[in-house]
C-alpha cells in the first residue's frame, strides 16, 4: 500500500473520523474544567502534524480519555488536569526510553490485543448511542441532549433522534464512496443542522485576530494537585494508554499499512505520546495519546496516507491562531448525534479486528476482556486478560 503524502478529498473526509472522540472531551474540559482552547487545539493540530511526518501514515491523535471522563464528571480544576498531563508525559517517556520495557510490551499476547481492540470498539459504539440519545455524561452535566442548538425536540421526538438516523444512513450509503465521501458530507450536513436550529447564534461576535498559547499557571500548581492527578487520573490511565495507545494501535497499524507501518512500535509509540504531553503542558493543553480506535476511524471514513494528519492538523492549528478562544464556536455547530454516529461506525471497524481469530482460548480471553471492560474500566480488563491469557497457555486450562 502506498504512504506518500495525499491530499485529496477521502484523505480530508478521514481526517475528519476520529472528531467524534475529541470533539466531546475537548468541549468538556474546556467548558467544565476551565482549560484554554487556543492551547488545547494548538498542541493537537501541532500533534497531528508531527505525528503524520514521523510515522508516515495516517496517525490519530486523542485525548486522554479515562483523565478527561473523570476530570469532568469530578470538575477537577485546570491544574490538577494540568499535573496529570505532565506525570503521564514523564510515565510514557519512561517506558519508551527503557528496552526492557519496551519488549515486555511486545511479548503480549495477541488475544489480549484483539480483546483491547474489540472493547475500545464497543466502548465507542455505545458512546457513540449516547451521544445519539443525549444521555452522554457531557450532555447530562449541559442540562441538554444538544446543548448548543436553541431547538431540542420536533414535536414529542428529541431533534438528535432524527439527525442521527438520518446521520447514519448517509454513512451508510457513501461510506466507500470516492467522489462523496462519508465523513465530509456528514460533517457539512450536521454543521447544516445546527445552523438550521439555532446554532448560528453562536456565531455572534464572531472575529478573526491572533492568538497565541499560552502555558500553565505554573505558581497555581500545588503539591496536592499532583497528588490529585498521580492517584485519581495517571495511574488509572496508564493500563489503558498503554493497552490501547500502544500495543493495541502499533498491532492495527501493521494490519492496515503493513510494512509502510515499520515506524509505530511500542518503543516509537511511548515517546511520542510523552514528548507530546510535555509539549501540550507547556501549551496549556490537555493530556494526549494515539489510539486504535482513532486509527480505525481515519481509516474507515477514507485516510490512507499522512496528508490526512496535515489537513486536520492544520486545520486546528488555523483555527488556534486565527479564532483563539473563539473556536469553539465553530464546533458548537456540530450536533452531538453526528458526532455520535461517527464514534458508532469507528468503532465498528475497530471491532472487525477479531475476525482473524479462531482459536477457543483466545475468543474466551477476547470475550472475558470484554465483559470485564463494560463493568468495569479498560484497564482492568486489560490486565484481567493478561493474566488469563498466561494461564490459558498451560495443557492444565481448558475452556
Not at 488545547?40 to 493540530?45: E, N, Q, Y
Not at 481492540?117 to 465507542?124: D, E
Not at 465498528?348 to 470485564?372: T, Y
Amino acid at each position: 500500500m502506498k504512504s506518500s503524502l495525499r491530499f485529496d478529498r477521502m484523505e480530508f473526509a478521514g481526517s475528519l473520523g476520529d472528531i467524534g472522540t475529541l470533539i466531546p472531551l475537548a468541549t468538556g474540559l474546556i467548558m467544565v474544567n476551565g482549560l484554554n482552547p487556543t492551547g488545547i487545539f494548538f498542541s493537537v493540530g501541532l500533534y497531528y502534524i508531527l505525528s503524520g511526518l514521523y510515522f508516515k501514515i495516517s496517525m490519530p491523535v486523542q485525548p486522554m480519555k479515562v483523565i478527561g471522563a473523570y476530570a469532568i464528571a469530578a470538575g477537577l480544576s485546570a491544574s490538577q488536569i494540568m499535573a496529570s498531563v505532565l506525570i503521564m508525559g514523564g510515565f510514557l517517556l519512561f517506558i519508551g526510553l527503557i528496552p526492557i520495557l519496551g519488549g515486555l510490551i511486545r511479548r503480549i499476547p495477541k488475544s489480549v490485543i484483539r480483546g483491547v481492540q474489540l472493547s475500545t470498539g464497543v466502548m465507542l459504539m455505545a458512546e457513540g448511542v449516547r451521544l445519539a440519545l443525549g444521555t452522554s455524561r457531557f450532555q447530562e452535566i449541559s442540562g441538554a441532549a444538544e446543548p448548543f442548538l436553541s431547538i431540542q425536540n420536533i414535536g414529542p421526538m428529541p431533534v438528535g433522534w432524527p439527525i442521527a438516523i438520518i446521520g447514519a444512513l448517509i454513512v451508510l450509503m457513501l461510506i466507500d464512496h470516492k467522489r462523496f465521501p462519508a465523513a465530509a458530507v456528514l460533517l457539512f450536513g450536521g454543521m447544516s443542522c445546527g445552523l438550521l436550529f439555532g446554532g448560528h447564534l453562536n456565531l455572534d461576535g464572531l472575529s478573526l485576530g491572533l492568538f497565541f498559547p499560552e502555558g500553565p499557571d505554573l505558581g497555581a500548581l500545588r503539591a496536592s494537585d499532583f497528588i490529585v492527578a498521580l492517584v485519581s487520573l495517571a495511574l488509572p490511565q496508564l493500563p489503558m494508554t498503554l493497552g490501547n495507545s500502544v500495543v493495541a494501535t502499533e498491532d492495527l497499524a501493521g494490519v492496515y499499512y503493513g510494512a509502510n507501518a515499520r515506524r509505530v512500535t511500542a518503543r516509537a509509540l511511548c515517546i511520542s505520546m510523552g514528548l507530546a504531553n510535555f509539549s501540550s503542558f507547556l501549551l496549556g493543553g490537555m493530556p494526549l495519546c494515539h489510539g486504535a480506535g482513532g486509527l480505525a476511524a481515519h481509516y474507515r471514513f477514507g485516510s490512507r496516507s499522512a496528508g490526512s494528519n496535515l489537513i486536520i492538523g492544520t486545520i486546528f492549528v488555523g483555527l488556534a491562531l486565527f479564532l483563539g478562544f473563539q473556536a469553539m464556536k465553530l464546533f458548537q455547530l456540530l450536533p452531538m448525534a453526528v458526532l455520535g454516529v461517527l464514534l458508532i461506525f469507528a468503532g465498528a471497524e475497530l471491532g472487525r479486528c477479531i475476525l482473524d481469530i479462531q482459536d477457543r482460548k483466545d475468543l474466551f480471553v477476547i470475550l472475558s476482556i470484554l465483559a470485564i471492560t463494560l463493568t468495569t474500566d479498560l484497564a482492568a480488563g486489560f490486565l484481567a486478560g493478561l493474566v488469563l491469557a498466561i494461564l490459558l497457555r498451560s495443557r492444565h486450562f481448558r475452556v
